[in-house]
């Protein structure tokens, strides 16, 4: 198969068309309409001078891309994540300013924001949280991706930061006119377990932060990502829970909530690995939109898809070919499941589960993709995800071409693949008092266009 075609990319999760792409920025809903940009950088497969890409969707489900929204320019050496508001009639994106100022110590990362009236054309209006604003026991080398919101009158930010005899904070500022920001406070007034706080999005509707650490040990076989995302439960008046996380797969991080709508995304790759999809002539892409809740300080999740049903099996073993789609099985009294997807000469996704937990096995998906994890579960290509204790269960999962995405008992596992774009069998066998296999095409309702 040649490479480099543009013919070969996901059907229904979003990608820069060509290039690199990274974190979600700005999720937000402008004139009738969702708008999710995203770290871009169109000339490589590499992550370079970051830009912000840009789509729009009128239901969360088709996406139509547009110009890029931010560039690098005599401003800025990259512009690296943020966030988005509605303001005055505007649209407003907050994001970090990067100069290199040759490396180390020198480098600056600000925070900076730019204004549009249609959605599609901005105007950057520059930095408006500098270094005299930062209090000194922070550095200014590591301060970055603002989260901007609105309380009343007031505009606030958090901004993920890192103390300079220490680890990850999490810092809040505030302002009345946009331009002009003071410190409030930390946030979290403890160190991270990793070295680095990135990418914090609060939800004050759903009591919900979130945030992603780099470079933290591991908890047990809970997260074993070297970069992991996380969320607590609470406010940033009355504080926050303990952390957990957010998704259980090799692939999630940086994942932010539209404030219009209780929906979730993340980038579905992660820092530190290999991607062999590349030479495809992208890599990158963003996770299907996740419908959330939160219920007694726990995170609930499931995506958002609309498709058309194209089997309905209540079997045991089921035989069946799809390269992409969604599958949901549903189990009374589960007692073993495997489901072996994307199956083609020995080439095979498998998950299997039992009572106490549901595992993905990626090891023989396709060409390797490896990080620098170095556990003897990572080393194997897998990862668990623990089951609730109840009678009944739903696993959906859904496949792209180079993803899996699985949800069960409000959870998550997520991860890359790469198996050849034609390998499309499906075997499921299932021990359980009963078994429910349905199997829907989203071709015709979930759309990437240009």
């Known amino acids: 198969m040649a490479e480099h075609t543009d013919t070969i990319r996901p059907e229904f999760h979003i990608t820069g068309k060509r290039g690199w792409i990274n974190d979600p920025n700005g999720l937000i809903k402008f004139k009738g309409e969702y708008h999710v940009f995203f770290q871009y950088y169109s000339s490589s497969v590499n992550w370079g001078p970051m830009h912000w890409g840009h789509v729009k969707s009128k ?11 931010l560039s690098p320019d005599s401003q800025d050496d990259g512009c690296f994540s943020g966030t988005a508001i509605v303001w005055k009639g505007r649209l407003w994106l907050m994001y970090t300013s990067f100069k290199e100022n040759g490396g180390g110590e020198n480098i600056r990362q600000l925070q900076a924001v ?12 520059g930095i408006v949280i500098g270094e005299k604003d930062l209090p000194d026991e922070y550095s200014p080398c590591d301060f970055r991706d603002p989260k901007i919101f609105a309380h009343g009158k007031e505009l606030y ?30 946030v979290l007034k403890e160190d991270s377990d990793g070295i680095m706080i990135e990418c914090p999005d609060y939800s004050k509707k ?33 504080g926050f829970g303990e952390s957990e996380i957010i998704d259980y797969g090799f692939d999630f991080y940086a994942a932010q909530i539209f404030k219009e709508t209780p929906v979730m995304i993340g980038w579905l790759n992660m820092w530190d690995r290999n991607i062999p999809y590349g030479k495809y002539g992208f890599a990158g ?13 726990r995170l609930f999740q499931k995506p958002l898809f609309k498709g058309r049903r194209v089997k309905d099996l209540r079997a045991r073993e089921v035989y069946d070919n799809a390269s992409t789609g969604v599958i949901e099985i549903s189990v009374r009294n589960l007692k073993s499941l495997r489901l072996e997807l994307r199956k083609k000469d020995g080439m095979q996704t498998v998950i299997t589960a039992d009572k106490a937990q549901l595992t993905f096995d990626r090891s023989l998906s396709g060409e390797p993709i490896v990080g620098k994890e170095t556990d003897a579960l990572s080393l194997a290509g897998l990862r668990k995800l623990p089951l609730d204790s109840r009678q009944k269960h739903t696993v959906t999962v859904v496949t792209d071409l180079f993803s899996v995405e699985i949800f069960v008992d409000g959870k998550a596992l997520s991860s890359a693949v790469c198996p050849d774009p034609d390998a499309d069998g499906i075997v499921l066998r299932c021990n359980a008092d009963s078994c429910r296999y349905v199997r829907y095409d989203l071709s015709d309702y979930m759309k990437i266009t240009d």
């Open 59 to 69: 239901d969360l489900l088709s996406w139509q891309r547009l110009p890029v929204a």
């Open 114 to 125: 730019a204004s549009s009236f249609d959605g599609v054309h901005f105007e950057k209006h």
């Open 157 to 186: 930010c958090l901004v993920a930061a890192r103390r300079k005899d220490g680890r990850g904070r999490i810092l809040l500022f505030s302002s009345d006119d946009m331009f002009r920001w003071k410190f409030v406070r930390d």
């Open 206 to 238: 759903l009591g919900l932060l979130t945030y992603c650490e780099q470079f933290q040990p591991p908890q047990g076989e809970k997260h074993l990502n070297i970069h992991s995302t996380f969320y607590r439960a609470g406010n940033l008046n009355k």
């Open 285 to 297: 892409m963003l996770t299907l939109p996740r419908k959330i809740c939160v219920k007694k300080g």
